[in-house]
T-cell receptor, first 114, second 108 residues
Framework: EADIYQIPRYLVIGTGKKITLECSQT?????MYWYQQDPGMELHLIHY???????EKGDLSSESTVSRIRTEHFPLTLESARPSHTSQYLC?????????????FGPGTRLTVL | DAKTTQPPSMDCAEGRAANLPCNHS???????VYWYRQIHSQGPQYIIH???NNETNEMASLIITEDRKSSTLILPHATLRDTAVYYC?????????FGTGTSLTVIP
């Protein structure tokens, strides 16, 4: 069983609100990732981190920001939510190293912005 | 610039083998092929991965062609609980590149 958690699982919020999606893992993994997935579509990488104080943007441009102050936490923040941000956000983690390491996914946060 | 191509949907009879194909013709020598599945938009679940040799675990088998341009995921005895979207992924070491996936429906 993967020990990666996302809070909240579901969030409905009004336009203009600031939100933070939490992601935590207890596996001691250095690498962490955020993906965005619209209904029926594939996952797109929006942010990743190779370790504490490391953050990079993924292929899909996103207005969200991330931080990595502690190894186990990788929160994602939207300063001013808009309806276009409505989507599912999936967090993942993996061990450091090359392409032979699998990613472990959390259950996802389904965000709806009204 | 998708790195993988999969058929959008497939059906399989319960108890039969499900063979899910994937093309990854631009894969580089040190990039791995991974397979995950996603049920009801939950977090993707790891199935299997390989570099160039065929692989087997308790869930599935992975057959990779000699030129590594394509692969096939085999679920040997499909059950109703195997109904899901199956993603073929190229892992560059820096990033997972998800394709659009194959929606597999296992029919009773």
């Amino acid at each position: 069983e993967a020990d990666i958690y996302q809070i909240p699982r579901y969030l409905v919020i009004g336009t203009g609100k600031k939100i933070t999606l939490e992601c935590s893992q207890t596996m001691g993994h250095d690498k962490m990732y955020w993906y965005q997935q619209d209904p029926g579509m594939e996952l797109h990488l929006i942010h990743y981190s190779y370790g504490v104080n490391s953050t990079e943007k993924g292929d899909l441009s996103s207005e969200s920001t991330v931080s990595r102050i502690r190894t186990e936490h990788f929160p994602l923040t939207l300063e001013s939510a808009r309806p276009s941000h409505t989507s599912q956000y999936l967090c993942a983690s993996s061990e450091a190293g090359g392409a032979q390491n699998e990613q472990f996914f959390g259950p996802g946060t389904r965000l709806t912005v009204l | 610039d998708a790195k993988t191509t999969q058929p959008p949907s497939m059906d399989c009879a319960e108890g039969r083998a499900a063979n899910l194909p994937c093309n990854h013709s631009t894969i580089s020598g040190n990039e791995y092929v991974y397979w995950y599945r996603q049920i009801h938009s939950q977090g993707p679940q790891y199935i299997i991965h390989g570099l160039k040799n065929n692989e087997t675990n308790e869930m599935a088998s992975l057959i990779i062609t000699e030129d590594r341009k394509s692969s096939t995921l085999i679920l040997p005895h499909a059950t109703l609980r195997d109904t899901a979207v199956y993603y073929c992924i190229v892992n560059t070491g820096n990033q997972f590149y998800f394709g659009t996936g194959t929606s597999l429906t296992v029919i009773p």
